[in-house]
């Protein structure tokens, strides 16, 4: 069986969609990064360099860009993101 690939999300503390994002790995016991874009000298043009986007929160698992709460989401929604966090995704 594949190591689950780590999880990182560039986030805000006041972001509702990074809320919602915590919310979601937690209730999946998924244990992630989560680097504060605001508190973190660098990392929200880190953030940009790495996926291209803006807004909060942006989602990594592995070396995999997922996007936002709502690409996420919709990921879960269609039954691709715990293979994906597991590392067991084709």
């Known amino acids: 069986m594949s190591a689950a690939p780590p ?28 680097i504060d874009v605001d508190a973190t000298s ?12 803006n807004s909060v929160p942006q989602i990594f698992i592995g070396e995999r860009h997922i996007g936002g709460f709502d690409d996420t989401h919709a990921l879960d929604q ?4 715990d293979p994906l966090l597991t590392g067991t995704a084709q």
């Open 7 to 34: 999880v990182v999300m560039y986030a805000t503390a006041w972001c509702p969609y990074c809320a919602r994002a915590r919310a979601l790995f937690e209730s999946k016991g998924v244990a992630f990064t989560e």
């Open 78 to 81: 269609a039954g691709e993101l």
């Open 42 to 53: 660098g990392a929200r043009d880190e953030m940009r360099q790495r996926s291209g986007r």
